[in-house]
């Protein structure tokens, strides 16, 4: 960098007064004052000095600063009695002027008339800028040399955003470039493929090198291709902008995929057509998912169908079986009573056997209606506030004649009389007397326990414990199945259908609720049926 002295052979006076006006040289001072060429040349500096957007100023043929304007000591910094005297290399980093880049400037300008750059620049306080410099050669009428005329605008901010740009522009086509579940290309005006996507490679099997420059119909069926359908899509796509639709297209194996297929027309900033870009999506596991619910719901359809044939089957038949099946206990109990005559013990105990047996078909016939209309959705619930120990005292009072047949203690626990259900009654002495009755066949010795309580802050439990056979691990959920024995021993059969425990979970279910078990093989079971607390509770 230049000495900031003065340097030898230079006028000081413009310096010294501080005085900004381009430095004279010679070309306008013969004529006299309020000559035209006195006036050009007022007008000439007041321009130059008005300027703010532009540093315009004056070097001497070895690059010293000789005049100064606004707009350079608002872009560079320095007053213009900072400036002018100094060698226009302070303007410069220093890897710059270490590799000579001033003076290859004014050289090449003194070579060709002028020369253009851009590049940092430093401004007084150290700060860099961007800047645009263009350095033109001063020469007086014979030719000679006699400086060089400097103009540097400040493009920092065209260059903040150029840059952002190109950021947003990479970052963009990297991360097209890595999206896999889209095919993301471009097409050029006549549909030939430009760009191609790790997406598109995926769903087409095509790598890069293998298409660009391809024609994009050939990722069409021939059905396709014959009724002229890329064409046609690209037609679309120009008139209104975009073209969308779902439809079969070919990988390179020739295996068809069905894709969501959209063309967007891109237009340059003067309206004509630059191509198009092409996004697909292989909907094929989709349009697989809904042929299948489509097909399940087919199924639904008639599976309703055949419930209801099933429900009116049964209804009939339980008709038709409950008829005879009431006659049959009817007449049973008129001979046990004497009507037809005197009855011996012998026949009295068969009566009470043809009683049992009628008792147990017709319960049959119950169980198997109730559980059709559960499972077709015919069962409708009649809800209310259901104190808990209102329920446990009822159904403790029907078994307790089966449990003290079978030697069995019945133990029904005190429940706190502000525990209740919001829940069908009538259905929930149902489960009840069902979880109770199971308890009691296959308990041989011990005791059956009701108790019931709060389960959680929005439900409420009633618990029956039995000191039975208990049930196998792995059948703890099976004995839910339709028409599976309760058997928990597995080497006895038992009487009834299976389908108590069904029937009764369902309805649990139905009701907001639930029925789980724990059991430890020949120490017992538990069955706890849980209800949504009722809501005044």
């Known amino acids: 960098m230049a000495d900031s002295s003065w340097p ?41 000095e008005s300027v703010d957007d532009y540093a315009i100023f004056a070097l001497d043929p070895d690059g010293y ?26 303007f410069y980093p220093r890897e710059k002027i270490e590799e000579g880049f001033p003076e290859f400037e004014l050289k090449q300008a003194a070579q060709v008339g002028r020369f253009e750059d851009e590049g940092w620049r430093i401004r007084k306080d150290g700060t860099r800028f961007w800047a645009n410099v263009v350095i033109t050669a001063l020469r007086d009428s014979s030719g000679h040399l006699i400086g060089f005329g400097k103009v540097t605008r400040d493009l920092s901010e065209r260059r903040l955003a150029e840059e952002a740009l190109r950021e947003s522009e990479e970052r963009f086509r990297l991360l097209v470039q890595g999206v896999r579940d889209y095919a993301i290309f471009m097409l050029d005006p006549t549909g030939h493929i430009t760009t191609w996507n790790a997406g598109a490679e995926r769903i087409k099997g095509y790598t890069s090198d ?3 420059g391809k024609h994009f119909s050939i990722f069409y069926t021939p059905e396709d291709l014959a009724s002229g359908k890329p064409p046609r899509e690209l037609e679309i796509a120009t008139k209104t902008g975009v073209y969308e639709e779902e439809g079969w297209r070919l990988r390179k194996d020739g295996t068809h995929f069905w894709a969501s297929v959209v063309i967007t027309a891109l237009h340059r900033p003067d309206g004509s057509l630059a191509g198009f870009a092409k996004v697909t999506r292989d909907l094929t596991e989709r349009r697989a998912a809904h042929e299948r619910e489509i097909e399940t719901a087919r199924k639904a359809a008639a599976s309703d169908e055949a419930n209801r044939t099933k429900s009116q089957f049964l209804a009939a038949m339980s008709h038709e079986l409950r008829t005879p099946l009431n006659a049959i206990g009817g007449y049973t109990d008129l001979i046990a009573m004497g009507v037809r005559g005197p009855v011996t013990d012998e026949q009295l105990e068969d009566l009470q056997r043809i009683k049992r047996s009628q ?62 259900a919001w829940a069908d009654k009538a259905k929930v002495e149902q489960i009840l007397i069902n979880l109770l009755s199971n308890a009691v066949k296959f308990t041989e010795q011990g005791k059956v326990t ?22 196998p691990p792995d059948h703890l959920e099976k004995i839910f199945e339709p028409f599976v024995q309760v058997g928990r021993s597995l080497s006895q059969a038992q ?24 059991s430890e093989p020949e120490k017992g079971s538990r069955f706890t049926l849980i209800l949504p607390r009722t809501a005044s509770a």
Not at 40 to 46: N, Q, S
Not at 459 to 465: F, L, P
Request: charged share 20%; glycine share 12%.
């Open 8 to 48: 030898a052979g230079r006028p000081r006076d413009v310096k010294a007064s501080g005085d900004n006006r381009p430095f004279d040289f010679g070309a306008a001072t013969h004529q006299g004052p309020g000559g035209i060429a006195h006036e050009t040349g007022d007008l000439h500096r007041l321009l130059v």
């Open 65 to 90: 600063i000789v005049s100064w304007n606004a707009g350079a000591q608002r872009i560079k910094g320095y007053t213009a009695h900072e400036a002018i005297g100094q060698h226009f290399s302070i």
């Open 210 to 212: 293998e298409i660009i």
């Open 359 to 420: 008792q147990h078909l017709l319960g049959i016939i119950n169980d198997i209606l109730n559980f059709s209309r559960v499972e077709a959705g015919q069962i409708t619930y009649d809800y209310s506030t259901v104190p808990l120990c209102d329920v446990i005292e009822a159904v403790g009072h029907m078994i307790e004649p089966q449990a003290a047949g079978k030697g069995l203690k019945l133990e029904v626990h005190e429940c706190p009389v502000e525990v209740a």
């Open 450 to 471: 009701l108790e019931c309580d709060w389960h959680d802050s929005h439900r409420v439990a009633i618990t029956v414990t039995d000191t039975g056979v208990g049930i």
């Open 495 to 518: 009487e009834g259908t299976g389908l108590g425990l069904a029937i009764s979970r369902d309805l649990a279910r139905g009701m907001g609720g639930d029925i789980v078990v724990t």
